[in-house]
């Protein structure tokens, strides 16, 4: 059966209470700034689980990863360090099934995503949850990948739940 927008917030919404992480719906506030997000809650320290309103059957699950300047200055297409890295993170999305995409500022890379979504006609407690831990997941190992190829790259909080266990405990 078809979900609305509004039933599909609904129950993310309660299946993020389910893991008792912090969360803070944030719809008014992107409402204001972009008429293309419909609703969106930012989970732990770099979650956001949204709806954008040029899709009505599905919800996007991204995790964003920003680097301090330090670290962006690393991250140039010169160095070959990051090219590896570049090759690698994008060998493990495409065989984990979810997409990446490097942020910009300019010239200058200041950080990376990682998302995957949930179509609207599935969108239930697991498959919200598996696709949850599916990219919090990719992004760890595109962590590791970084901070392999990088000697100085630091290491991810390690008190942020959203990424650090299952959502399942």
């Given at each position: 059966?078809?979900?609305?927008?509004?039933?599909?917030?609904?129950?993310?919404e309660d299946y993020i209470k389910i893991t008792n992480i912090k969360y803070e719906d944030q719809t008014e506030k992107v409402r204001e700034k972009s008429k293309v997000v419909e609703w969106q809650f930012h989970i732990g320290a770099n979650v956001i689980?949204?709806?954008?309103?040029?899709?009505?059957?599905?919800?996007?699950?991204?995790?964003?990863?920003?680097?301090?300047?330090?670290?962006?200055?690393?991250?140039?297409?010169?160095?070959?360090?990051?090219?590896?890295?570049?090759?690698?993170?994008?060998?493990?999305?495409?065989?984990?099934?979810?997409?990446?995409?490097?942020?910009?500022?300019?010239?200058?890379?200041?950080?990376?995503?990682?998302?995957?979504?949930?179509?609207?006609?599935?969108?239930?407690?697991?498959?919200?949850?598996?696709?949850?831990?599916?990219?919090?997941?990719?992004?760890?190992?595109?962590?590791?990948?970084?901070?392999?190829?990088?000697?100085?790259?630091?290491?991810?909080?390690?008190?942020?739940?959203?990424?650090?266990?299952?959502?399942?405990?």
């Open positions: 059966m078809v979900k609305t927008s509004e039933e599909m917030k609904r129950l993310v689980v949204s709806k954008n309103t040029n899709r009505d059957d599905r919800i996007q699950v991204n995790v964003n990863m920003r680097f301090p300047p330090e670290d962006a200055k690393l991250l140039v297409l010169k160095n070959p360090s990051f090219s590896k890295a570049i090759m690698e993170i994008s060998e493990i999305c495409t065989t984990c099934g979810v997409g990446h995409q490097w942020m910009k500022d300019k010239e200058d890379i200041i950080g990376l995503a990682i998302f995957s979504h949930v179509d609207e006609q599935v969108l239930d407690r697991i498959s919200f949850h598996s696709t949850w831990d599916n990219v919090a997941r990719v992004s760890g190992h595109a962590q590791k990948i970084l901070r392999a190829n990088f000697s100085g790259f630091p290491t991810p909080n390690t008190t942020d739940d959203t990424i650090d266990k299952s959502m399942y405990g």
